[in-house]
């Protein structure tokens, strides 16, 4: 049985899981020729809307203009609502090279966006291909919502309620990968003080970080709704930290908060979450069949064998019964009275 679910999920894990999830950055799929450096230029493209100043590389103006069109950029976000004043005076940047808008930018070409709360600066990566229209968009508006909270709490958030919420603002969440999440109760990472110490440098261990917060976020949105996210963020930013915020808003420690959140976390992403999953269950329905009616042939082919061998055994030990009686019966028929001696 474990062979058939390690057989499961080597077949359903790369259709569900997204390639390529980005760190830094919601899981928008962003094309390997958009990731490739340039140089940087000499000029960029500068006008305002949406009350932000936006940036844009030669040859990537258009898509700035469409994206500044989107009022879904600035729409209210959970527990702070209205961000367009927060917003308001913010820069966006769209480049192909993080590092041309900001030498301090994160260096890995899988890292999608950056954002400088304290400097109300965001840095997207972009291409002149509008029809990436709806990616960028999605890392963008994670990036501002970067911005918002750092208002909304003076600053004092952790790295996964900071990353958490980003991915909360801009819906970026998908069942796919609660895989991702699988794996991680498995190796045992699901701690809020694993998550704080930093996300991991490399890209899977940074999406699955990524999942996590969110995950860890939508607890807090689901014990207090947006009433309760607004509060907390209020109490943080009149000078609190996160576990006294927590204890005063939803009367929980953090340890508390952490074992609820691991427990619901599990549950509602665990093995059966999975294998509900109507792709995954066909698929682990047909192997089992296969599985089941592979031992039935192989009991079937080892039952006819045995009875054929039984067979054979038993048309040998007639046919040699018979030959000994035939020479038996010719022996005495050669012998005649008259004969000195029986024929031998």
């Known amino acids: 049985m474990r062979l058939l679910l390690g057989v499961l999920l080597a077949v359903a894990l790369p259709a569900v899981v ?4 980005l760190a830094l950055a919601p899981p928008a799929a962003v094309p390997a020729a958009l990731q490739a450096a340039a140089a940087c230029p000499e000029s960029v493209e500068r006008f305002r809307a949406l009350g932000m100043t936006w940036e844009a590389d030669p040859g990537l103006g258009r898509l700035a203009r469409l994206l500044s069109e989107d009022p879904r950029l600035v729409a209210p976000m959970p527990g702070i609502g209205d961000v367009r004043e927060t917003l308001r005076g913010a ?8 590092a041309c808008a900001d030498e301090s930018a994160p260096g890995a070409d899988w890292v999608a966006g950056a954002a400088w709360p304290a400097r109300a600066y965001v840095v997207v990566r972009a291409g002149g291909d509008v029809g990436a229209v709806e990616p960028v968009r999605r890392v963008l508006r994670h990036e501002l919502a970067h911005l918002a909270l750092h208002d909304a709490t003076g600053g ?3 790295r996964w309620l900071s990353e958490g919420y980003a991915q909360l603002a801009a819906g970026e969440w998908g069942n796919a990968q609660a895989w991702t999440l ?9 701690s809020l003080e694993d998550l704080s110490l930093g996300f991991p440098a490399h890209q899977e261990g940074a999406a699955a970080a990524y999942l996590l917060s969110y995950t860890a976020v939508q607890q807090l949105l689901e014990m207090g709704g947006e009433p309760g996210l607004r509060a907390l963020f209020e109490r943080m930013a009149g000078g609190a930290r996160f576990d006294s915020a927590l204890r005063t808003v939803y009367g929980l420690t953090e340890d508390q908060f952490e074992r609820r959140w691991g427990r619901a976390v599990s549950s509602r992403y665990g093995v059966l979450y999975v294998l509900s999953r109507a792709a995954v ?4 329905m047909t192997l ?3 599985w089941v009616g592979g031992r039935r042939r192989r009991r079937d082919r080892s039952k006819l064998e045995r009875m054929r061998r039984e067979e054979a055994e038993e048309a040998v030990d007639v046919w040699v019964r018979g030959e000994a009686f035939d020479e038996a019966e010719y022996t005495i028929n050669e012998w005649h009275p008259d004969d000195d001696k029986p024929g031998v």
Do not use: H
């Not at 794996?183 to 045992?188: A, I, S």
């Not at 269950?281 to 682990?284: D, K, L, P, Q």
């Open 156 to 158: 004092r958030t952790s």
């Open 182 to 190: 699988r794996l991680e109760f498995l190796r045992g990472r699901v």
């Open 91 to 98: 820069t966006v940047r769209l480049t192909r090279d993080l």
């Open 18 to 21: 997204p390639a390529g999830l």
């Open 288 to 290: 089992l069949l296969l």
């Open 281 to 284: 269950f066909w698929i682990g």
